[in-house]
C-alpha cells in the first residue's frame, strides 16, 4: 500500500510538477540571500559571510552541481563580444561607491560630481577611464578579491604601473622588463602590476601571449615524449611558426610574444639580466644539483584579464612570489617536468608499489630542495606552512574589515601537508567579487592574422599615407602624443609641506625640480591634501617644520589629526608580536604581518626645526613614525635640519641621498643623468632670474595692510588696536618687559581661551625700510603700487611661448609696504638668497666671497653668527650689489608673526587681549657692534598708542586648566615666562565669583600654587601687585617668590623652592591627581623637570628610570604642561663655531622607534629634553649636561636661603 502511495506521489500531473519545482527554485533564492555560516574545524570558531550578497557575477554552481573544482572559469560572455552598455553601468555604479566609500567619502560632492561624469562619459561614447587612483584601488581590490590566492594579506602593498599610454608592442615590451626590475629588487621581491591599455573592441585588444612572462619551452619529440616543460608544447610550436629558434634543451625560456591594438604579435628575446633564475640544490643530497634543475624566481602571471568598474584588460602582468609547493609541482607533476621517480630512485626508495609511499617522500625533498635553493639565492619564497597561517590572519582581517572572505578551498589548501594546515580545517565560502582578474581565452587561440583577415575579406588596419590634415597639425599631435607618453610613463611622487616661515615650501620646492628628472612629481601643501588619497599614493616625501614646543605648523594641523584617527583605527593586532621595523626579507613575519592602510606608499621625511626648543624636530618625528606603523615603507630613514646651524646643508645631502635611493628603489638609475639632477640643487636660483621677474606699475589702491597679510598667509588677519603699554619692569632695570593691552575690536576670530597664544605681525623699523629702498637698483618710487610678474614659457609643437603673469605669491602693493610689513628683512639672509646676490654684483670679489657664504655651509654658519647681519648690513658690505625689486619681492622669506601668550582672561576682558612681552635687545658682530631690538617686541615698545596690530589666534588645546576644578595646580615660571598663568588665575578668579562648585565627597576648589623666579624684588618682580591681591583673595593658595640677584644673598631658583617643597609637591601630582604646569626658558625648564624627577625619586622611592617614565606618562595623560622659549643656545653656538667645533655640519639621519606614536602626543621624552639645554649631540655629552644640572643644584642646596612667601 505505500509502495502504491509512493507511485502515485510521482505520478501527478506535470503543472503540479512545475509548481514544485518553481517551490523549489524560491527555497534555492532564499537560502541564497542568507547568511554563510563558516567553521573552523580546528579551533571551533564560527564566521558569518555577508561579503558575498555583494557579488555581481554568480558562481557556475547550481543546486543540482558543484563546480568548484574545475580549472578554469571564463566568463559568460563568449571571446570577442563586447560587455553591453546596461551591463557595464552596474558594474561602473558598484565600483565609484567602493572607491569613495573606501576614501571615506561616500555621497559627498566629489562621490556624486564622479559619478555623473562617469555616467555621462558611458551614454556618449560607451565607456569612460579610470583614474589613477581609480585603477590603484582597483588593481589592489581585485588582489584582495582574488579567491584562490593564499597571500592575499599582502594586497595593499601591490605597486601598479600605469602603462596605459603605450600603443605598440615595443612600448609594451619597455614597460614590462621595467616591471621585471622594480619587482626583482635583488630578490627581495616586491609585488607589482602593469596595466596597459583597456579593451575597446576585442578585435584591437593589446595581450600578452605567454601565459607568464618567463616560461620554458617544450618541445615535442616523434616518440610523443617532451623535452622541456610540457604544458608548453603548443605555445613553443606557435613562436617557432613565428620564427624562433629552438635550442631544443630542458630549460629554454621561450620568447616573449606581444600584440598591441590587435596587429599581429612581435616577439622580444627576455634579456639574460630579467631571467633571474635559481639552480635547484638540496641540503643533504648534493647529487640533486647535478640533475640540472631550476626555475625561474618570479611568477609573472599575464594570462589573466583585470576587470575593473566594467572596464577590461587583457594586458595586466602582475607578481608576487611563490609558494614552493607551487614551484615544486611545477617539477614533478606528471603532465610537466615529472621528476619525481627520477628523485625517488637517487633517494635510494622503492618505486615498485604506491603504498611504499615513495611519492609523497620524494615530493617532501623536492619542497625542501626548492625552499632551501630560493633561500640561499636570496629570493623571497613562502613555505605552505607559513602561507596557510598567513592566509588564516587574513581571513580573520577581512571578516572584520569586509564581513567575509571569498575564498576556494580546493585552491587554498596546499597540496602538500593538506591536514597539517590551518586552512586545511576552515570552511570558506567562494564567489566572485569586483574588481577581478579573470581567467581568459589564450590570445594565440583566437588571434586572427592580418594575412587570413585578407582572405576573409576583413579590412586590414594599415597606416593611411594620404594627408588628411595639415603638415603642422600632424606635427602638433604627435608631439603632444610624446609628451603626454612621456609623462604618464615616470612614477608618480607627491611631495607635501607644512610651514610657518616658508622654509618648508622653498625645500618643497627645490625637492619637485629634483624629482622632476625621473618622476612625475607635484609639491602641495599638507592642509589642502586629502590624507584619505595617501594610501593609494605609490611615494610620497614630507618636509615639515616644528611649531614651538612639538606642536604641528598651522598647515599641518588637520594633517595630524587624521593620522591620529588613523592610528586609533588601525593599530596592529597585538597577537601579531611582529615588529614594523623587521627587514622585508623576513618572509615568514613579513607575511604573517597585516600590512596596514598605507602598504603600498613609500616615503621619507625631512623635518626642520630650531635645538633651541627641547622637542627638537618633533612633528615631523611624529609624522615619520606614524607612517611607518601605518604600514608605509621608509626609503630614507629621517633626515632633519637645525635653524641654527647647517639646515640649508642638511636638506641637500637629505635631497641627493633621498632621489638616489628613490631611483635605485624604482629602477631609474640608469634612465637618468645623476649628476644633472643633483646640480638643481646648487645651481643659481632655478626660480628667479633678471629675465624671468619682473615689476609692473599699477594704477590702483593697495590692500588694507591686514587685507595684504590674510591674502600672503591664506589666513584671517585681524586688525586690533594697541589701546595701552604698561612698563612692569622699573626704571632702574636694564631690561624691560611690557603689557601690551590689544583691543580686537570683539572680533570672532580672536575668541580665546586662558592658555591660548596670540600671533602678532610685527611692522619692519622705518629707517631701515627707507635705507633699503635707496640702494635698490631702478625701483619705482616707494609709494608706488606694483605688481611682480613673471615670464611663463609653454613649449609647444609649434614652438616656445612667452607671456608675462602675474605672480600672485605676492600681493599688489608698493615696495615701501612690502619692506615694512610683508618681507623679512631683519634676519641674516640664508645661503640661497646669497647666491642669488652673487649674480647682482659687479665687482669679481663681492661675488666671490658672496659665492663662498653660499656653498660653503661651515664658512657661512661662523659669518652669520659673528656677524648677524640684517639685508641692509649685507647690501653695505658688498656695495658692488645692483639689487632689483623683483629679486627683493619674490625671494625674500614673508615676515613671519611673532606667537605670545596670552596674559589674560576673555572672561574678564572680553574685548581686550593681554601680552606680556619681554622686549628684546642685543648687540651684533660678537658684542661690537650696534645694539638690535627685537623687530616685534621692539616695534611694540615704541610704537604709538592707537597703533592697528595685526593678530590672529593659535590655540593651545593641550594648555589648559583642567575641568575638574577640584584638582590641585601647579604654576612654575620664571620672568616673562609668567604671561600664559596670568590669564589662568583671571579665570579662576571669575570662576569663583561665578560658580559654585562641589565635589561629591565635599571638596570643593582645588588649590592654585604659584612657583615664580625673577631676579631682584627691586627690578623685575612683575605683576608683584596683582600677586598679592590674588593670594589675599584666596584665588592662588600659595605663592612662592625665588630671586637670582637680591643684593647680599645666595642665589635662588624657582627648582631649589620645589625642592624645598617635595613633599607638598609630590602629594599634588602624585596623590591627588595634579596639574603641572611650566612656562619659562629652556634652562629653567630643564632645571625644573631634573627637580621634580628627584622629588619623585625622593618622596616617592622610584628609581631615576621610573622617575622619568612617570613624567612621561603626565605628558601623556596632559596633566604636564609645558609652554617654554629657547634662549641661549644661540650664543652656546657662537662659542663652539669659535672654538672651531662642527655642530649639526651635516644631515642628521636617525632612526625612530615607533612605541611613543599611539600616545598621540608630539611631547619628546623627558630622557631627551634634558639634552637640548647645549644641544649635545652625544650620549657623553647628555651625561655631561646632566652632571652639570645636579652639580648646580648641589651648590644651591648648600647657599639657598628661604624663597619669599607671599
Not at 235 to 247: A, D, L, S
Not at 252 to 272: K, N, R, T, W, Y
Not at 304 to 314: H, K, L, R, S, V
Not at 480 to 489: E, I
Amino acid at each position: 500500500m505505500e509502495e502504491k502511495d509512493s507511485l502515485a506521489r510521482t505520478d501527478k500531473p506535470a503543472n503540479t510538477q512545475l509548481t514544485k519545482m518553481a517551490t523549489e527554485a524560491e527555497k534555492n533564492t532564499a537560502n541564497r540571500n542568507k547568511f554563510a555560516k563558516l567553521n573552523n574545524l580546528l579551533d571551533g570558531k564560527m564566521y558569518v559571510d555577508v561579503l558575498h550578497k555583494k557579488c555581481l557575477e554568480e558562481v557556475p554552481c547550481t543546486p543540482e552541481r558543484c563546480m568548484g573544482s574545475q580549472y578554469a572559469h571564463t566568463t559568460k560572455r563568449p571571446p570577442g563580444v563586447p560587455r553591453p552598455k546596461e551591463e557595464l553601468i552596474v558594474h561602473a555604479k558598484d565600483f565609484i561607491d567602493q572607491y569613495y566609500q573606501s576614501i571615506k567619502k561616500l555621497n559627498t560632492p566629489a562621490h556624486l560630481k564622479r559619478m555623473e561624469e562617469v555616467m555621462s562619459s558611458i551614454e556618449s561614447t560607451g565607456t569612460y577611464d579610470l583614474t589613477t587612483h581609480e585603477l590603484t584601488f582597483g588593481a589592489k581590490t581585485a588582489w584582495r578579491n582574488a579567491s584562490r590566492c593564499i597571500g592575499r594579506i599582502q594586497w595593499s602593498k601591490l605597486q601598479m604601473f600605469d602603462a596605459r599610454h603605450v600603443r605598440t608592442a615595443k612600448e609594451m615590451f619597455d614597460a614590462i622588463c621595467k616591471h621585471v626590475k622594480y619587482a626583482m629588487n635583488n630578490g627581495n621581491l616586491r609585488s607589482s602590476i602593469t596595466v596597459f591599455p583597456k579593451r575597446t573592441d576585442p578585435k584591437d585588444d593589446f595581450r600578452i601571449w605567454n601565459t607568464q612572462l618567463i616560461r620554458y619551452a617544450g618541445y615535442r619529440q616523434p616518440d610523443g615524449s617532451v623535452i622541456g616543460d610540457p604544458v608548453n608544447c603548443d605555445f613553443t610550436e606557435v613562436c617557432i611558426n613565428m620564427g624562433w629558434t629552438p635550442k631544443g634543451r630542458m630549460f629554454d625560456i621561450l620568447p616573449l610574444v606581444i600584440s598591441a591594438e590587435g596587429h599581429d604579435p612581435e616577439m622580444f628575446e627576455v634579456p639574460p639580466e630579467l631571467t633571474f633564475e635559481v639552480s635547484i640544490k638540496h641540503p643533504k643530497f648534493p647529487w640533486c644539483a647535478d640533475l640540472g634543475l631550476k626555475w625561474v624566481g618570479v611568477p609573472f602571471l599575464t594570462s589573466m584579464m583585470f576587470d575593473c568598474g566594467g572596464i577590461e584588460f587583457p594586458a595586466a602582468p602582475f607578481n608576487g612570489w611563490f609558494l614552493q609547493s607551487e614551484v615544486a609541482r611545477d617539477l614533478c607533476d606528471t603532465n610537466r617536468y615529472n621528476i619525481l621517480e627520477t628523485v625517488a630512485k637517487m633517494m635510494g626508495l622503492d618505486t615498485r608499489k604506491i603504498s611504499s609511499l615513495w611519492k609523497d617522500q620524494a615530493f617532501v625533498e623536492v619542497n625542501i630542495a626548492v625552499l632551501y635553493s630560493y633561500q640561499s639565492a636570496g629570493i623571497t619564497m613562502t613555505d605552505h606552512h607559513t602561507g596557510s597561517d598567513s592566509f588564516i590572519k587574513h581571513m580573520e582581517n577581512e571578516q572584520r574589515l569586509r564581513g567575509g572572505c571569498p575564498a576556494d578551498w580546493v585552491w587554498i589548501v596546499p597540496p602538500i601537508g593538506g591536514s597539517l594546515t590551518r586552512v586545511f580545517y576552515q570552511e570558506m565560502i567562494r564567489y566572485n567579487l569586483k574588481p577581478s582578474y579573470d581567467y581568459q581565452v589564450d590570445a594565440w587561440r583566437t588571434h586572427v592574422w592580418e594575412k587570413d583577415r585578407d582572405k576573409a575579406g576583413n579590412a586590414v588596419k594599415k597606416p593611411s599615407n594620404k594627408r588628411r590634415f595639415k603638415e603642422v597639425a600632424r606635427v602638433v599631435a604627435f608631439s603632444t602624443m610624446m609628451m603626454r607618453k612621456a609623462l604618464m610613463t615616470r612614477v608618480k611622487c607627491l611631495i607635501l609641506y607644512a610651514t610657518e616661515t616658508g622654509k618648508s615650501e622653498g625645500f618643497a620646492r627645490s625637492t619637485c625640480d629634483i624629482f622632476l628628472h625621473a618622476f612625475d612629481a607635484k609639491m602641495m601643501c599638507m592642509e589642502e591634501y586629502d590624507i584619505a588619497q595617501l594610501e593609494n599614493e605609490g611615494l610620497v616625501l614630507i618636509i615639515t617644520s616644528t611649531f614651538g614646543n612639538g606642536d604641528p605648523p598651522d598647515q599641518g594641523e588637520s594633517f595630524s589629526q587624521e593620522l591620529a584617527k588613523l592610528t586609533n583605527d588601525d593599530t596592529p593586532d597585538e597577537n601579531e608580536n611582529v615588529e614594523r621595523g623587521q627587514s622585508e626579507q623576513d618572509d615568514n613575519n613579513s607575511l604573517l604581518m597585516t600590512p596596514g592602510p598605507f602598504g603600498n606608499v613609500r616615503y621619507s621625511v625631512f623635518a626642520l626645526g630650531s635645538r633651541a626648543y627641547p622637542n627638537f624636530c618633533a612633528f615631523g618625528q611624529y609624522v615619520d613614525k606614524t607612517l611607518h606603523l601605518l604600514g608605509a615603507e621608509r626609503i630614507l630613514s629621517l633626515g632633519e635640519g637645525d635653524e641654527l646651524c647647517g639646515q640649508e646643508e642638511s636638506f641637500r645631502n637629505w635631497a641627493q641621498e633621498v632621489f638616489k635611493t628613490t631611483c635605485d628603489t624604482f629602477c631609474l638609475t640608469d634612465d637618468i643623468d645623476m649628476s644633472a639632477a643633483i646640480g638643481a640643487l646648487t645651481r643659481p636660483d632655478i626660480n628667479w632670474s633678471s629675465s624671468k621677474f619682473r615689476t609692473t606699475e599699477l594704477d590702483e589702491k593697495e590692500l588694507d595692510v591686514c587685507e595684504g597679510l590674510s591674502k600672503l598667509h591664506s589666513k584671517s588677519v585681524v586688525p586690533c588696536k594697541l589701546v595701552e603699554r604698561i612698563q612692569l619692569q622699573s626704571a632702574e632695570s636694564s631690561r624691560q618687559t611690557i603689557l601690551a593691552k590689544l583691543d580686537n575690536g570683539g572680533a570672532v576670530e580672536l575668541l580665546y581661551q586662558a592658555g591660548d597664544r596670540v600671533g602678532i605681525y610685527p611692522t619692519n623699523p622705518l629707517g631701515l625700510v627707507d635705507a633699503i629702498l635707496a640702494r635698490l637698483d631702478d625701483a619705482p618710487t616707494p609709494g608706488q603700487v606694483i605688481q611682480v610678474e613673471f615670464l611663463q614659457k609653454t613649449i609647444t609643437p609649434l614652438g616656445t611661448t612667452t607671456k608675462w603673469i602675474p605672480y600672485d605669491k605676492r600681493p599688489k602693493c608698493s615696495l615701501r609696504r612690502a619692506l615694512g610689513h610683508y618681507l623679512d628683512i631683519t634676519t641674516t639672509p640664508s645661503q640661497s638668497f646669497l647666491k642669488l646676490l652673487a649674480t647682482q654684483a659687479s665687482r669679481d670679489d663681492d661675488r666671490e666671497i658672496l659665492e663662498q657664504l653660499s656653498t660653503v655651509s661651515r664658512l657661512y654658519e661662523e659669518w652669520k653668527y659673528k656677524k648677524t647681519l640684517n639685508l641692509l648690513d649685507v647690501l653695505n658690505q658688498f656695495p658692488s650689489l645692483k639689487v632689483p625689486p623683483s629679486l627683493i619681492m619674490t625671494q625674500l622669506p614673508l615676515l613671519q608673526q611673532r606667537f605670545y601668550s596670552i596674559s589674560s582672561s576673555s572672561l574678564v576682558t572680553p574685548d581686550q587681549i593681554h601680552a606680556t612681552i619681554a622686549v628684546v635687545r642685543y648687540r651684533t658682530q660678537d658684542g661690537s657692534g650696534p645694539i638690535r631690538k627685537g623687530v616685534c617686541s621692539g616695534w611694540l615698545n615704541s610704537c604709538d598708542i592707537g597703533e592697528t596690530v595685526p593678530c590672529t589666534l593659535r590655540v593651545a588645546p593641550n594648555f589648559r586648566m583642567p575641568e575638574d576644578v577640584t584638582l590641585p595646580v601647579y604654576l612654575i615660571s620664571s620672568g616673562s615666562g609668567i604671561a600664559p598663568l596670568r590669564s589662568f588665575w583671571q579665570q579662576r578668579k571669575i570662576n569663583k565669583e561665578t560658580l559654585l562648585t562641589q565635589s561629591a565627597d565635599g571638596e570643593t576648589w582645588g588649590e592654585m600654587k604659584l612657583y615664580f623666579g625673577c631676579r631682584n624684588p627691586a627690578e623685575d618682580f612683575i605683576y608683584e601687585t596683582e600677586l598679592r591681591q590674588m593670594k589675599a583673595e584666596g584665588i592662588l593658595t600659595g605663592c612662592y617668590i625665588a630671586f637670582s640677584r637680591r643684593q647680599g644673598q645666595p642665589k635662588v631658583y624657582v627648582q631649589d623652592i620645589l625642592l624645598q617643597m617635595s613633599a607638598d609637591v609630590y602629594s599634588g601630582i602624585v596623590k591627588r591627581g595634579g596639574h603641572f604646569y611650566v612656562c619659562g626658558s629652556i634652562e629653567m625648564a630643564s632645571d625644573v623637570m631634573a627637580t621634580l624627577e628627584k622629588i619623585l625619586q625622593k618622596e616617592g622611592g622610584m628609581s631615576v628610570k621610573s622617575a622619568k617614565k612617570y613624567i612621561q606618562d603626565l605628558e601623556t595623560a596632559n596633566r604636564f604642561h609645558k609652554d617654554i622659549f629657547g634662549t641661549s643656545i644661540e650664543r652656546n653656538l657662537q662659542t663652539a663655531m669659535r672654538a672651531g667645533e662642527q655642530i649639526n655640519g651635516t644631515t642628521h639621519i636617525i632612526n625612530v622607534t615607533d612605541e611613543t606614536v599611539k600616545q598621540n602626543s608630539l611631547n619628546t621624552p623627558v630622557s631627551n629634553q634634558i639634552k637640548t639645554t647645549t644641544a649635545p649631540t652625544s650620549v657623553k655629552d647628555r651625561q655631561d649636561v646632566t652632571r652639570n644640572i645636579e652639580e648646580k643644584q648641589r651648590k644651591r642646596k648648600k647657599t639657598s636661603s628661604p624663597c619669599v612667601i607671599i
